[in-house]
């Protein structure tokens, strides 16, 4: 009679039957290469086969539940069965997370045996596997205790007595924290696996070894695809003011049929992640029964003479097999000394996973010829120090100083990071529509969408610093750029329950998380602007930067209002699928980020431009020990503050405004209209920045937005609706006038008043509630005296630039003579050699890598212990006399 009703078990058992088998041979073939191959066992290992007992619990709780209805529709279940099938779900909500937990633990704690000497790789990874198992003890306690008592999980229906969570809630609650550390385990190792110095075929396969976690990801997104029906019926209970209590949700939710697929995905993203972490440690297998498969046909030469295309091995290895005969395995520089052997007997010491990685094979290296070694080559190359990097990395220093760069070179850099300043205004556009369209999905108040926007501004505040100021001081401008778009990509994967759940908090969450992300991201951007050029045109390359994200903050809304938003359950469900584009695309961005080269500046660079500068830097305020430097850069700090919070208010009172005086007139169009206002004078102020200066432009800006402000207040009509337009004109320079004017002269300080600048931008969450009280005290016109007394206080700063003399000798911009003259001359030089500008940029860089090639070292990981004597053959002694520094060549 199974053919009466539709049902999905069929499918289920046999899906998550077949996974669980292919998940059990890859298990059973790494715990043979380790433990009979390797003969070295670690913790990773042992958590593994704990992946996998509690793998087989939940694939076999799944298959047991197919045969008591499982698949089917509520409806076709038999009483007798509806118990049995849902203590089957109830053991695989419980067992799923604490799986997941195992087998990305054995993955990171695997990571951390690749290198010691990587600081910021290990503590990222030490992050990861924090966060992955205090997120997941928490999903695992609220699995558990979904009901109270736990036994009414098993009753059907549910009795009024008990109070059980929303079944969806607590399946989804755990899709953001699984997709982003998927991506942080797929992410984590690419930077060191792609900057080894390894054959291409070695290296292709190890990126694809490590890359097959992008699986695992792909199949969580499915997994929770499939609870979109029940999503969706929550949805409409909510805007139909029925009740959704978890209760409800499971006496009349059609769970047998919905939760199945997603049930079965489950099992798949549990099954194929554990042989995902299998795969790193199967290269014994391969290597010992199919070598040809990791095998480059060069590695066969019998000499070390270097092609481009010849096989390159790693100094260590190349050492190794030269101090022991030719078919023993070679010695990692990460591994402790082997053994000593006993008299008469063979010395077998087990191999490091990171040999098995990058050894090309065990039994058959090349023999090399001494005088073309690495070795040989690093003894005769002279005493030059080298970087301790990890295992051959590339070594990434030597980048050119930011505050060196003339216009022309200045393009490049320039234009790459003012395509971040278009994401983040994408980023905030978008955001605030979908705040506003959550409130009127959810019937929640204007009170709370001001929250939301003041949830987010308060990560401006915490943002720069906390970890915003530890990465940019430490780390550098690009640093942040990675850091800032990761975190984004987290606070918009927390969108995705956010959406569904309709979940005030969770909105509060994630618009805080974003805010933490973008304020890391601005931290650096508004800076690497300023400084990545000539000075004098700092404030242009700002404002035009600042304009290309008033654009993407234009046209977020437009798409989000016309295309994606309806103000329905179905809507607000599909946007999720956008913000999970958003957090693959921002992730991505962030990896692209880290290999796009682009200039820095250390603090000592920053202080010597400074210097450069004939500004008054150590003039100080009347006979007081202040320096006029930090009054400056203090009144900057507050007159930003100022500026943002009436910036916002204005913003978040638009719609109400616009009601209140001209009802007729189309919301988004006309906000669209005063975007492209805003958008227009950043870029007329921009060429207006190269005659006028700076200080007369803020002042000006700051009095037209004090004055159409005022005119907003009273009438109705077009009238008041045009000077709205008007008002946010005269806004749009006044960011960037401020940053940078107060940010010039701070020499080895920029950075500390970046951060305190970027800071600052948290005014928007603190104006914007003072205007919504006005706006229920009075009405949305009365509401704007808020921004005029915030305009009125920031103006202090213009007013002090343009009547302190000393104010005015040190914001006004100035050229930096020096590197000009310098750079005159050199462009000089390239003419009188007859080389084109294209020509020249090709002919210097074939110079450099040819200089590379002939004087550098190769750089390698520091060695954990230093070379015996014992351990010294013939042939290094030799080599070792050959050189007036023995030591030469060893990091």
């Known amino acids: 009679m199974a053919n009466d009703f539709p049902t999905r078990g069929p499918a289920v058992l046999a899906v998550s039957a077949a996974t669980l088998v292919c998940c059990t041979i890859f298990v059973v073939l790494r715990l043979t290469s380790r433990f009979a191959i390797v003969r070295k066992a670690g913790w990773d290992d042992y958590t593994i086969i704990l992946a996998w007992i509690l793998a087989f619990g939940t694939s076999f709780s799944i298959c047991y539940g197919t045969s008591v209805g499982l698949g089917r529709h509520e409806d ?61 003890l928490a999903l695992t306690l609220l699995n558990i205790l979904q009901c109270q008592p736990v036994s009414a999980t098993f009753a059907t229906p549910v009795p ?99 939760a199945s697929l997603s049930f079965m995905w489950s099992a798949i993203e549990i099954n194929v992640g554990i042989m995902c972490a299998c795969v790193p440690a199967l290269k014994p297998l391969v290597s010992r029964f199919l070598p040809h498969w990791i095998i480059d046909a060069t590695s066969r030469e019998k000499t070390a003479v270097h092609t481009s295309d010849s096989n390159m091995y790693h100094p260590d290895i190349v050492e190794s097999t030269r101090r022991s005969n030719l078919y023993s395995p070679p010695a990692s520089p990460l591994s402790k000394p082997p053994p000593a052997a006993l008299p008469g007997a063979e010395a077998e010491a087990p191999m490091d996973m990171m040999d098995f990685l990058t050894t090309p094979d065990m039994n058959d290296l090349p023999t090399l010829q001494h005088r073309n070694t690495f070795a040989s080559h690093a003894a005769t190359a002279g005493s030059r120090r080298m970087s301790t990097t990890f295992f051959d990395f590339v070594d990434m220093s030597g980048k050119k100083n930011i505050t060196l760069m003339s216009n022309r070179e200045s393009v490049y850099p320039v234009l790459m990071v003012t395509i971040l300043f278009f994401v983040w205004g994408f980023a905030y556009g978008l955001l605030d529509t979908l705040n506003q369209r959550f409130q009127e999905v959810a019937h929640m108040s204007s009170g709370q969408t001001i929250g ?186 507050f007159s930003q503050f100022c500026y943002v919070g009436g910036q916002e208010s204005v913003s978040t009172s638009f719609q109400e405004f616009l009601a209140r005086a001209l009802p007729s007139l189309d919301y988004v169009g006309h906000f669209a209209t005063g975007h492209t206002a805003f958008m227009a004078a950043r870029f007329i102020a921009a060429f207006l920045s190269i005659w006028f200066k700076p200080r007369y432009l803020l002042l000006l800006s700051y009095a037209g937005a004090i004055a159409f402000a005022a005119a907003c207040m009273n009438g109705y009509g077009a009238a008041p609706a045009a000077l709205i337009i008007i008002l946010m004109f005269f806004e749009g320079p006044i960011f960037s006038l401020i940053y940078g004017q107060a940010l010039r002269g701070l020499g080895k300080h920029t950075k500390d008043g970046a951060i305190l600048l970027t800071a600052a931008i948290g005014g928007g969450a603190a104006f914007p509630p003072i205007a919504y009280a006005a706006i229920q005290a009075k009405n949305a016109q009365y509401a704007l005296c808020v921004v005029i007394a915030a305009y009125a206080a920031g103006m202090l700063f213009p007013i002090y ?82 050189s007036s520094e023995p030591g030469v060549g060893r990091s």
């Not at 020096?818 to 750079?823: E, H, P």
């Open 452 to 637: 939301q926007h003041s949830a987010y501004y308060l990560g401006y505040i915490i943002g720069p610093l906390s970890f915003g100021r530890l990465v940019f001081k430490r780390w550098g401008f690009k640093a942040c750029y990675t850091v800032g778009l990761c975190v984004y990509a987290c606070g918009a994967l927390i969108f995705w329950p956010s959406a569904v759940l309709t979940s005030f908090p969770a909105f509060l969450i994630s618009n805080f998380i974003t805010g933490l992300g973008l304020s890391t991201l601005e931290i650096s951007a508004n800076p690497f602007i300023i400084l990545c050029g000539p000075p004098e045109y700092a404030e242009v390359r700002l404002n035009m930067s600042q304009a290309v994200q008033a654009i993407g903050s234009i046209l977020s809304p437009l798409l989000a209002k016309k295309v994606l938003f309806k103000a329905s359950a179905n809507s607000l469900i599909d946007v999720q699928w956008t913000y999970l584009g958003i957090a693959f695309f921002t992730v991505l961005l962030a990896i692209l980020y880290y290999y796009v080269p682009l200039p820095e500046a250390t603090d000592e660079e920053l202080e010597a431009a400074s210097l450069r500068l004939p500004i008054p830097r150590e003039a100080t305020v009347g006979s007081s020990k202040v320096k006029v430097l930090w009054v400056t850069l203090g009144l900057g700090v």
């Open 160 to 258: 009024p007595s008990a109070s059980c969570t929303n079944i969806v809630t607590i399946y989804l609650s755990s899709a953001p924290l699984n997709i982003a550390t998927d991506l942080a385990i797929l992410f984590l190792p690419m930077p060191i696996l792609t900057g080894m110095r390894l054959p291409k075929k070695q290296k292709a396969i190890l990126v694809v070894t490590f890359g097959f976690g992008v699986f695992v990801a792909v199949v969580d997104v499915v997994r929770i695809a499939y609870l979109q029906q029940a999503a969706q019926t929550n949805l409409r209970n909510i805007q139909e003011h029925k009740d959704s209590s978890g209760n409800d949700s499971r006496n009349t939710n059609d769970f047998s049929w919905y």
């Open 801 to 882: 630039l343009n009547l302190y003399p000393t104010a005015r000798q040190m914001c006004d911009p100035k050229r930096d003579e020096q590197t000009r003259r310098q750079s005159e001359l050199e462009e000089e030089r390239r003419a009188s050699m007859g080389i084109p500008e294209k020509k020249w940029k090709r002919f210097s860089l074939t110079h450099r890598k040819r200089k590379s090639k002939e004087e550098e070292l190769p750089t390698v990981e520091h060695r954990e212990r230093r070379s015996s004597p014992e351990d010294q053959s013939p042939a290094r002694s030799s080599s070792s006399s050959s």
């Open 76 to 136: 076709d279940v038999p009483e007798e069965w509806e118990s049995s099938m849902k203590k089957a779900a109830y053991v695989f909500s419980v067992l799923y997370n604490p799986a997941l937990m195992a087998t990305k633990t054995s993955i990171l704690v695997f990571y951390l045996t690749l290198s010691k000497t990587q600081k910021i790789f290990r503590w990222a990874t030490i992050a990861t596997l924090v966060i992955v198992n205090v997120g997941g």
